[in-house]
């Protein structure tokens, strides 16, 4: 209540108590029914127009007098009149709270961090994502190799389809995760340039595509390394500088030149862009063969494109197999797989005139993990089986590869995945680089080994028209003869008769039976020759 306030209520009450111990005057008939809220008691503010200033009546609600200055529902601030006894009674007002209520203490829980330990996701160095963005990257450089369905399907009992990646520019591919991995150098390295020092897929990849990005690439080769293979890097464009007698010395003269002069020296490892680029095989072979029920992916010195293959294939359907194909004479991965971690020393002899250079690759712990986790089986095939591979490829494929890329196919024909019988099999050609006189070679040796060229020795009388009687029995048998040498004998005993070694080609296997049992019959002597 404020001052002013304080001061009329002061002189309110004074007045109020002096009007009620006044004496009463008697009331009047016609006061009788005149009701108590009527009465003239209220003498507040100035008096009516035409009365007396001081002492005027005011009634309050009375028709034709003039309103209070101060109204009756203000009057509730000051309190309220009880008027039965004449006292002043001040009502007050007190807020009735509800009874509190308390509330009852949360059950305790635990966490349920503290009845088990969740593992956070293990970190994936090799994403679908990272493939996904390699795929986008390469696809105006890097053509899509066909998958095509194999005429030697019917034969195997089951549908092949091969994705013939033999086919791009420097025939192998290893194109596509080389390119990649220049494109994500900086811009820095970029202008210093990149260095290599293996003769291998990889370095020839390095030599077309750092060219082709305008990036300074330089090729350390020993001495040993033929003409025509310096050839090709050179028609590249790259930078070759023939150095030291042997492989390591060309290599330690690569790496002393990376240091000194700012090159980035490059090897073939489990770099994850490169397994990332090296990974887009497997999109393009599920987006080409729908429902394919098996891929089976060479492993011979590119691990990388095992690994990146099964994490593509298994992250689109992991009801996919996997299957890695490695040689006999150099099975690092199944080694490494049997002993649970990556091996360093291999006491194996692969052939290198085959193989390469298998005997420098290492299996990098990351890849070994992805191998490890995605790919279902390991095998290995003999040289023979990948020899009869390159044969079936001229043969039924009219195209050349190499023992590498021919491995996933020897692997169907040795009969070593009885399982994909009826099945859909993509086959993974991984590469094509061989000098001409090796398919020769090959190619001669891999007719011996199907059993299509014989090679027999006869000894022969030295009457006249023996020898044509031999190779007119061989022209009616539709034998091929591919060589003839004719020896006379020095042994005394055998004095008239000489000694026939005939070389011959026949059409399959079931034809050279047929020729060993009937030369057999008519030749007592004949003594056929060992592969």
């Given at each position: 209540m404020n001052f002013a306030a304080q001061i009329f209520y002061s002189s309110y009450l004074a007045e109020r108590l002096e009007r009620l111990y006044a004496p009463r005057p008697a009331i009047k008939a016609s006061e009788e029914n005149d009701p108590f809220w009527q009465r003239d008691?209220?003498?507040?503010?100035p008096s009516q127009p035409g009365g007396s200033h001081k002492g005027g009546p005011v009634c309050n609600g009375t028709a034709g007098r003039r309103q209070t200055l101060i109204e009756p529902d203000r009057l509730k601030d000051f309190g309220e009149e009880d008027l039965v006894n004449g006292d002043v009674k001040v009502h007050q007002t007190k807020v009735a709270e509800d009874p509190e209520f308390v509330l009852m203490e949360p059950p305790k829980t635990r966490r349920l961090s503290e009845f088990r330990i969740v593992p956070r996701p293990a970190f994936q160095y090799l994403r679908f994502e990272d493939i996904s963005a390699a795929a986008f990257r390469i696809q105006t450089v890097i053509q899509k190799t066909p998958c095509t369905y194999s005429r030697l399907s019917k034969q195997y009992g089951m549908e092949i389809y091969l994705k013939k990646e033999h086919l791009h520019y420097t025939g192998s591919v290893k194109e596509r995760g080389v390119l990649y991995m220049l494109s994500c150098l900086t811009q820095e390295q970029q202008r210093k340039g990149v260095i290599v020092a293996t003769d291998c897929n990889f370095s020839l990849a390095v030599a077309h595509h750092a060219v082709e990005l305008k990036i300074p690439v330089f090729v350390i080769m020993p001495s040993c390394c033929s003409s025509p293979?310096?050839?090709?890097?050179?028609?590249?464009?790259?930078?070759?500088?023939?150095?030291?007698?042997?492989?390591?010395?060309?290599?330690?003269?690569?790496?002393?030149?990376?240091?000194?002069?700012?090159?980035?020296?490059?090897?073939?490892?489990?770099?994850?862009?490169?397994?990332?680029?090296?990974?887009?095989?497997?999109?393009?072979?599920?987006?080409?063969?729908?429902?394919?029920?098996?891929?089976?992916?060479?492993?011979?010195?590119?691990?990388?494109?095992?690994?990146?293959?099964?994490?593509?294939?298994?992250?689109?359907?992991?009801?996919?197999?996997?299957?890695?194909?490695?040689?006999?004479?150099?099975?690092?991965?199944?080694?490494?797989?049997?002993?649970?971690?990556?091996?360093?020393?291999?006491?194996?002899?692969?052939?290198?005139?085959?193989?390469?250079?298998?005997?420098?690759?290492?299996?990098?712990?990351?890849?070994?993990?992805?191998?490890?986790?995605?790919?279902?089986?390991?095998?290995?095939?003999?040289?023979?089986?990948?020899?009869?591979?390159?044969?079936?490829?001229?043969?039924?494929?009219?195209?050349?590869?190499?023992?590498?890329?021919?491995?996933?196919?020897?692997?169907?024909?040795?009969?070593?995945?009885?399982?994909?019988?009826?099945?859909?099999?993509?086959?993974?050609?991984?590469?094509?680089?061989?000098?001409?006189?090796?398919?020769?070679?090959?190619?001669?040796?891999?007719?011996?080994?199907?059993?299509?060229?014989?090679?027999?020795?006869?000894?022969?009388?030295?009457?006249?028209?023996?020898?044509?009687?031999?190779?007119?029995?061989?022209?009616?048998?539709?034998?091929?003869?591919?060589?003839?040498?004719?020896?006379?004998?020095?042994?005394?005993?055998?004095?008239?008769?000489?000694?026939?070694?005939?070389?011959?080609?026949?059409?399959?296997?079931?034809?050279?039976?047929?020729?060993?049992?009937?030369?057999?019959?008519?030749?007592?002597?004949?003594?056929?020759?060992?592969?």
């Open positions: 008691e209220l003498r507040l503010g293979r310096l050839r090709i890097y050179r028609d590249y464009g790259a930078m070759v500088i023939s150095y030291g007698s042997t492989g390591h010395d060309s290599l330690k003269h690569a790496r002393h030149l990376s240091t000194e002069n700012g090159y980035l020296y490059m090897e073939e490892d489990e770099n994850a862009a490169y397994l990332a680029g090296l990974g887009t095989v497997g999109m393009e072979i599920y987006e080409q063969v729908p429902r394919v029920d098996a891929v089976v992916v060479p492993a011979a010195g590119q691990y990388g494109l095992l690994a990146g293959t099964a994490a593509a294939i298994k992250h689109l359907n992991p009801k996919v197999l996997v299957i890695g194909i490695e040689p006999e004479g150099f099975p690092l991965l199944r080694q490494s797989l049997k002993a649970g971690s990556p091996i360093t020393d291999m006491h194996c002899n692969p052939n290198k005139k085959l193989f390469g250079d298998l005997m420098e690759r290492s299996l990098g712990f990351n890849t070994f993990q992805l191998a490890k986790t995605l790919v279902d089986k390991v095998i290995s095939v003999s040289e023979e089986d990948s020899l009869v591979a390159m044969l079936r490829f001229q043969e039924f494929e009219r195209s050349t590869v190499d023992t590498e890329g021919a491995m996933g196919l020897a692997a169907i024909l040795a009969g070593q995945l009885p399982e994909l019988r009826g099945k859909k099999v993509a086959v993974v050609v991984s590469s094509a680089n061989m000098d001409l006189e090796m398919v020769r070679q090959c190619v001669d040796r891999a007719l011996v080994l199907d059993d299509r060229v014989s090679k027999f020795s006869v000894q022969l009388g030295e009457f006249p028209g023996d020898m044509a009687k031999l190779l007119d029995f061989l022209s009616r048998e539709d034998v091929r003869l591919l060589d003839v040498c004719h020896r006379r004998q020095s042994n005394k005993s055998d004095l008239f008769k000489a000694k026939v070694e005939c070389v011959v080609e026949t059409r399959d296997r079931t034809q050279s039976a047929q020729l060993r049992k009937t030369l057999s019959e008519r030749y007592p002597s004949i003594c056929w020759l060992d592969r």
